[in-house]
DNA sequence: GTAGCATGGTAAG
DNA sequence: TTACCCTGCTACG
């Protein structure tokens, strides 16, 4: 279930785990068992993410590219002295294990859309196709501002498409633009400048957030008077997965956006005189 | 036990 | 625009 804050998070658990150290690779499910191989034992020097990936980079310049897709999950196995971490299932594409003071760690990958070893040209080519990154220092959010300039899609479709910037996904996305009162429908080319100024700003404190946090909560807790401590996952949202709007009880409208649900307040978000959904 | 869903992306047509 | 990839979890019987 991973947008860009999940990627973060992960980059920063595995630099935590395995950066700097020997590593036993494997490959239980088989279908990256040849560069398992190759890695196993070798040190992962450090790790990077950028978007919605993730890159474990080891000690002969070449990284492990992983991407989770929709549905791609890391366990985790916390390791006690001596004793090796549980027999994988059997569809663990990708398993890291590592000793370290605290006992070790492991991790397996599982359902990931990609996992493949690439040289660092291969690296940097995914990593160019890229916009920018809301989580990154590096970020230039003037690149995302040039490239919805050049969107004819409603401004719904532009804030996944990750060329034009890097770790919005469906739930951020839906989010946004509610508390920007924009309706996906809007075409991306006309938002104004302060605007955009405005939910980069709202899309750096969230996602970074969300890598603190672990997960997305994009409610005021004051608003909802939910603590963030308290917050479940259905109070943490004002129209992803809500029937009403939280803030005017409208009915949000779901609809089909490109394969992925969009979420709207159509009182707090009005739509465009021209929807682009409704297209026949 | 199994249908249906999920915070994604790509390549082909 | 469509087909397809990849798997775990939940809600139902």
Redesign the pocket.
Known sequence: ???GH?IHRLARDHAGWFAGREVRVSSP?GRFAAAAAQLDGRTLAATDAV??HLFHRYDDGRSVHI?L?????VFHHALTDGVAAPEP?D?V?YRVEAAGPDGGHAIDL??A?ACELLDEAEVDAIVA?LGPDPIRADADPERAWAALQRRSVGIGRAL?D?AVLAGV???YRAEVLFVHGLHPDVPAREIDRETWDAMWATLVEWLRRGVKER??ITVDPKEIGVPRSRMR?ADATYAY?QEHCRRCSTPIRRYDL????AYACETCQPPPRRHESS?P
Not at 69 to 73: C, N, S, Y
Not at 258 to 261: C, E, L
């Open positions: 279930m991973p947008e999940t499910q978007g919605k991407h897709g929709l549905f791609g999950k299932r569809t594409r599982v359902g859309t196709r996944m990750q996904g469906n739930v997960r997305i996952r997965h490109a394969g992925r649900w297209r």
